[in-house]
């Protein structure tokens, strides 16, 4: 049960570093390079966080949420108060395709080891039934 529960837990985090960068897509920043002077701004662009999982020696799995080192992609945004002299904010390196995978393969790792669980779950209430 307990490697069950740590897939499912697995599967939370990738859902939500993948739901973290889907909500953070068009968040800019400044240019590389650049300090915009008397301008509200980020610290700095959003990095995409990604999921590194571990297997660990008892069975299961850990997950560890990273920040992905892609530059970020620069893009014309005149409006934004933090652009630099030729109108160019930097904007996170996100794939809306590949995060559309990372949740579905998230939701169906979640399932596949809420069976399991589940599964053992009865097995154990079944043992417990015929010792008792």
Do not use: C, H
Request: aromatic share 6%.
């Amino acid at each position: 049960m307990t490697i069950a529960a740590s897939g499912m837990a697995a599967a939370m985090t990738s859902l939500t570093a993948s739901a973290s960068n889907v909500a953070n897509a068009n968040s800019a920043g400044p240019a590389p390079g650049f300090t915009p002077v008397n301008a509200p701004s980020p610290a700095s662009v959003y990095q995409p966080a990604v999921v590194i999982e571990t297997s660990m020696a008892g069975g299961g799995v850990s997950a560890t949420i990273t920040r992905s080192s892609p530059s970020p992609i620069l893009s014309y945004d005149p409006t934004a108060p933090f652009a630099n002299g030729q109108a160019i904010v930097a904007v996170p390196n996100v794939d809306f395709a590949t995060e559309a995978v990372n949740q579905l393969s998230a939701r169906v790792a979640f399932q596949a080891n809420l069976k399991v669980f589940q599964a053992a779950n009865r097995n154990l209430d079944t043992l417990l039934n015929i010792l008792v």
